[in-house]
């Protein structure tokens, strides 16, 4: 089973701050990495796919990068909106394992 | 557009067994491999199972945590996945969720599931 490891845990930040947000494979899943963001009550929503593709709709103050075994999410300039907790996925495999979530907090 | 809807979820005691279905529209549903995710209240995002195509026999996998009590099954000509969950225990409680692995932005809204006495 690939293992994904998410840091940090939480994070608190401020409106208008860049925010990073890592995720590291236990074996290369080349780009095959989704972020989510997910807000409470609510399914998670899709951000990034194949590591580094903005989704359709999705601010352009998110990005993606990375390939192999790790990976990162930014947030350019933090809004409002954004404060929620953050996922990775890994779908090389059919058994597709998340890291453990990035809950970012108003600082 | 493409669609997946769960439902079938609700209050079970420890023991019992429930149901829970996965309706796929705006796609050719018996193309395309369907998994099943959860989330237990306030943790995180945990693999379920997984079902394959017809053409690759519809075979399933599962996670350790649930094998042996859930078993996945798909009805091409309705559009739908199901989970049969038996031996349900108080650690299923979580909300169930269906997508399409092939694109990780398919999910549905999620139904909740909740094992208790």
């Known amino acids: 089973d690939i293992q994904m490891t998410q840091s940090p845990s939480t994070l608190s930040a401020s409106i208008g701050d860049r925010v990073t947000i890592t995720c590291r494979a236990s074996q290369s899943i080349s780009s095959w990495l989704a972020w989510y963001q997910q807000k409470p009550g609510k399914a998670p929503k899709l951000l990034i796919y194949k590591a580094s593709s903005l989704e359709s709709g999705v601010p352009s103050r998110f990005s993606g990068s990375g390939s192999g075994t790790e990976f990162t999410l930014t947030i350019s300039s933090l809004q409002p909106d954004d404060f929620a907790t953050y996922y990775c996925q890994q779908y090389d495999s059919f058994f597709q394992t998340f890291g453990q979530g990035t809950k970012v907090e108003i600082k | 557009e493409v669609q997946l809807v769960e439902s079938g979820g609700g209050l079970v005691q420890p023991g019992r067994s429930l149901r829970l279905s996965c309706t796929g529209s705006?796609?050719?549903?018996?193309?395309?491999?369907v998994t099943w995710f959860r989330q237990a209240p306030g943790q995180g995002l945990e693999w379920v199972g997984f079902i394959r195509t017809k053409a690759y026999g519809a075979t399933t996998e599962y996670a350790a945590s649930v094998k042996g009590r859930f078993t996945i099954s798909r009805d091409d000509s309705k559009s739908i996945a199901y989970v049969q969950m038996n031996s349900l225990k108080t650690e299923d409680t979580a909300v169930y969720y269906c997508s399409r692995p092939d694109s990780p932005g398919y999910w549905g809204q999620g139904t909740l599931v909740t094992v208790s006495s």
């Open positions: 705006g796609f050719t549903f018996g193309d395309y491999a």
